[in-house]
């Protein structure tokens, strides 16, 4: 079975940046033509996504995102890391790690961040 389960610190400060871990069990994150998904939900606000990571180690940003994130990965822990710096309180959000896929999507249950000073 699939999973996927988002960790890292609930409390950042402005100015700082904020470092989440998914960490996925029963699938590799090398397995061919699969990517990593970051995925966040402000309060208000519809899902927006960040950026991705894939099977063989490429990335690719949401330009609204890209100049200041950083998507990676360690394959001997099966898990693939998001870094977002220069965090505002504007960065509070529900974050989501995704697998989509034709043998079926997973979602984190998703870690809340909170930035403030």
């Known amino acids: 079975q699939v999973q996927l389960q988002e960790s890292g610190p609930g409390l950042v400060k402005p100015s700082q940046t904020l470092s989440l871990t998914c960490t996925v069990s029963?699938?590799?994150?090398?397995?061919?033509?699969?990517?990593w998904n970051w995925i966040r939900q402000s309060p208000g606000k519809g899902l927006e996504w960040i950026g991705y990571i894939d099977y063989s180690g490429d990335t690719d940003y949401s330009p609204f995102f890209l100049s200041r994130t950083s998507i990676s990965r360690d394959t001997s822990k099966n898990h693939v890391t998001l870094q977002l710096s220069s965090v505002t309180p504007e960065d509070t959000a529900v974050y989501y790690c995704y697998r989509g896929g034709v043998s079926g999507s997973y979602w984190g249950q998703g870690t809340q961040v909170t930035v403030s000073s």
């Open positions: 029963g699938f590799s994150i090398t397995t061919n033509s699969y990517s």
